[in-house]
């Protein structure tokens, strides 16, 4: 099975900015999807893009959040935008719709 490692989480203020990376051990010609879950509460899925880069997004993050990939470099972004308090969450990748195994994921936490 392939390996997805995500990175790029961190500590950002109300309004900014961060980019996460989803890097895979080798080729995966599925769609892939961003989910993250939030504390107290159910993973959900964020973005998702398929091999040729369509795209679909929850109705929360539209306009603000931006899913890519480079299938080159094995490789899932999601660039995210005008943060808010309630996009704080632990955020991973996957297959998409029927997901592999889970990694670990990348914390974002958005706080004054």
């Known amino acids: 099975q392939v390996q997805l490692v995500e990175s790029g989480g961190g500590l950002v203020h109300p309004g900014g900015s961060l980019r996460l990376s989803c890097a895979a051990s080798?080729?995966?010609?599925?769609?892939m999807g961003w989910y993250r879950q939030a504390p107290g509460k159910e993973r959900e899925l964020v973005a998702s893009i398929s091999y040729y880069r369509a795209t679909n997004y929850a109705d929360s993050v539209k306009g603000r959040f931006t899913v890519s990939r480079d299938n080159a470099k094995n490789t899932v972004y999601l660039q995210m935008n005008s943060l808010k308090v309630e996009d704080t969450a632990v955020y991973y990748c996957?297959?998409?719709?029927?997901?592999?195994?889970w990694g670990q994921g990348t914390q974002v936490n958005v706080s004054s």
């Open positions: 996957n297959t998409f719709p029927q997901v592999r195994n």
């Open positions: 080798g080729t995966i010609f599925n769609d």
